[in-house]
């Protein structure tokens, strides 16, 4: 079974096998988070704080927590995941949607599931008895043909994939130049730390690989801007033939 | 667990909320002059050394004279001695290919703490003959970075779904 639709700008879709999934919970969830999130929307709370108009001390306990994470998530990248842009304006757009992620994720609960959104993806259990659920990576150089395929495995639930956009950089990039990296992604046991992971790789390139790699539990697959690959051992062993 | 930490630190983080604008704007401007050159190859590697600070610079010029050798290198992977620095040993090797220096991967390295760090999830250069070659029949969802909106991506991942495919 499965369902799409759409919100924050992107497109959420959810298949699951067996039990009935809890759709209108996962539905609430993402609507909830772009009425608070959202800087499209001029009346939604956080335009309201970016614009001043509501003191960040005064706001939701829930936007205040995902700043927090957002901060804390700077202070464990060293700064090259930020939820400020280079303007200093509040911008939590990198962090929402994984953290919204996470919260469908609890909501589903067990079971056997993949929820997809925007190309990030958070998954339960397997997608057929003995058959787990697998990720199509798209290749930067040509969309219309996947890189690889990573199988979601064990611990590593989550896969979140960023990278440069050819209508510039939609991540603020630290290089001179832009990225190093036109694509990466990071599997991970949750969907906040590889999402986040990934934003931080491709802002701060080769550098911040060799860094996170080595602190956090992940497997990368990161696409230079020639096309050539880098692999951790584990994403080596997860896409080898 | 992580949520309620979470909570707690907004509580403690409310006083550096403001600070935390200008700290954000000092660590982004530091880092920007150390990520020299963010060319891909050995300028972009060089980076990643240099990036380490100046306490390096000792094993750096080793790999730098490696280099120096010019077209009679010999092609291959070569460690540099490990180099003692303030803050705990520093090794890297070169990567060299054609007498050049096609990379260079730092083996050992100090943390901001002082500790030295092994690298033993380092993502190295993978071939893509070496990768599973995707059949989208065995795919089932696709992973890819949102550019737009609009974009391949959701068109492609609703193509699929209104084709009613499950891998």
């Keep these: 079974m499965h369902t799409t639709f759409e919100t924050m700008g992107t497109v959420v879709s959810l298949e699951w096998a067996g039990k009935p999934a809890r759709v209108t919970d996962v539905r609430r969830i993402f609507e909830a988070a772009d009425r608070r999130f959202s800087l499209h929307r001029p009346d939604s709370e956080l335009s309201r704080v970016a614009d001043g108009s509501l003191e960040l001390l005064d706001a939701s306990s829930e936007l205040r927590e995902v700043y927090a994470t957002a901060l804390g998530w700077r202070g464990e990248t060293g700064g090259a995941f930020t939820p400020h842009r280079p303007d200093g304006a509040l911008d939590l757009n990198g962090i929402v949607k994984a953290w919204a992620m996470a919260e469908a994720g609890r909501a589903l609960g067990d079971g056997d599931w993949c929820l997809n959104v925007g190309g990030d993806v958070l998954v339960s259990g397997q997608a057929e008895t003995g058959a787990p659920w697998v990720v199509g990576i798209v290749d930067p150089a040509d969309r219309a043909e996947l890189l690889t395929a990573v199988p979601l495995v064990g611990a590593r639930r989550a896969a979140a994939t960023s990278g440069s956009a050819e209508r510039g950089d939609h991540i603020w990039t630290r290089g001179r130049e832009g990225a190093e990296f036109a694509q990466v992604t990071v599997v991970a046991a949750d969907i906040v730390t590889a999402d986040v992971l990934a934003t931080a790789i491709v802002s701060g390139g080769a550098e911040s690989l060799d860094d996170l790699t080595g602190r956090f539990d992940v497997d990368v697959l990161a696409v230079d801007r020639n096309g050539e690959l880098r692999a951790t051992p584990g994403m080596r062993e997860l896409v080898a033939k | ?167």
């Excluded at chain 2, 963010?38 to 010029?61: E, F, K, L, N, P």
């Design chain 2, 1 to 167: 667990m992580r949520r309620r930490a979470a909570v707690a630190s907004v509580i403690a983080s409310a006083g550096v909320l403001i600070a935390g604008f200008q700290v954000g704007a000092a660590v982004t401007a530091g880092r920007t002059t150390t990520s020299s050159g963010t060319g891909t190859g050995s300028s972009g590697s060089t980076a990643g050394t240099g990036s380490t600070g100046s306490t390096s610079s000792g094993s750096t010029g080793s790999t730098g004279s490696t280099g120096a050798t010019g077209s009679s290198a010999k092609d291959g992977t070569f460690k540099g001695t490990t180099v003692q620095t303030p803050f705990g040993p520093m090794q890297v090797a070169a990567v060299i290919s054609g007498g050049k220096i096609a990379d260079v991967k730092v083996l050992q390295r100090t943390d901001q703490g002082g500790r030295s760090v092994q690298i033993s999830n380092q993502a190295d250069p993978m071939l893509r003959s070496e990768v599973l070659q995707a059949q989208s029949a065995n795919v089932s969802t696709i992973g890819g970075a949102t550019y737009t909106s609009e974009g391949y991506l959701q068109s492609l991942q609703s193509a699929l779904d209104q084709a009613g495919f499950t891998g």
